[in-house]
């Protein structure tokens, strides 16, 4: 799930250099190490798939009206395709789908325990805040991708819908009873604080991945760039709080 205005392709405009300019057969073949940073982006991103149709499915049972259900139930789907793909490719490139998963499953676990919403406008905040976070951070990583991979991961962040559907939501929650913002906003900065954290800690878990966002097999990234990436993730986030008609 992405923000609607994709506030984070601060790569958009850029030249590709390196692997980034590469296939995937060219960029594997000529750092072995890529390859590994590559199944564990992959292996993170199919199970929060996973976990994000799981979860869409629980809301469900949330939801005050049948049409809401219905909405959330064709979100769940959306996510479930994107796992599908996600598992396929891994398969492809000569991965096992739950070995390369499994590093990610008690993090991200932690993280929907640690958030677990008290009611259906939490749900939402929570699927709308705290899966585009994820879905920024991933971005800025797919800019340094080979094109084959590159295409899957912006391919699977696509919104699948939640997006929009939240703020209308929120925002008509709020306009029949402006306490609820109070709330809501106090919610939503505790979702930033934890989904920052559990990005951190599953980088830092994971050589491949801490390499390629400080150097070496992603070309570009550096100490600096990295401050940069979290301050457009950042940002994002501000505006994504506004279009919520929340105080970040």
Do not use: C
């Not at 954290?197 to 390629?212: F, I, N």
Request: no cysteine; net charge negative; glycine share 8%.
């Amino acid at each position: 799930m992405e923000t609607p205005d994709n506030a984070t392709d601060g790569h958009a405009a850029e030249e590709l250099t390196g692997i980034a300019a590469q296939d995937w057969e060219q960029a594997s073949a000529a750092q072995p190490q890529y390859r590994a940073a590559v199944v564990d982006l992959l292996g993170a991103l199919a199970y929060g798939e996973l976990a994000a149709f799981e979860r869409l499915a629980e809301d469900a049972k949330l939801a005050p009206t049948l049409d809401d259900k219905a909405e959330l139930a064709k979100m769940a789907s959306a996510e479930f395709h994107h796992f599908e793909q996600l598992r396929d490719r891994l398969t492809a490139i000569d991965a096992e789908p739950t070995a390369a998963m499994e590093p990610f499953a008690a993090a991200l676990d932690g993280f929907h325990r640690q958030t677990a919403p008290s009611d259906w406008l939490e749900g939402l905040v929570k699927a709308y805040v705290g899966d585009s976070i994820a879905s920024d951070f991933y971005r800025e990583v797919a800019a340094r991708l080979d094109s084959d991979t590159r295409s899957l991961v912006l391919g699977v962040l696509d919104d699948t819908g939640h997006g929009n559907f939240a703020v209308e939501k929120v925002r008509a929650a709020i306009e029949a009873d402006p306490r609820v913002g109070g709330r809501l906003a106090l919610w939503a900065r505790r979702l930033m604080g934890e989904a920052l954290s559990q990005a951190q800690r599953v980088v830092a878990d994971r050589d491949a991945l801490s390499t390629m966002l400080v150097g070496g097999v992603a070309d570009g990234f550096d100490l600096a760039e990295v401050g940069r990436m979290f301050s457009r993730i950042t940002e994002a986030h501000t505006k994504r709080m506004a279009a919520l008609g929340l105080a970040a």
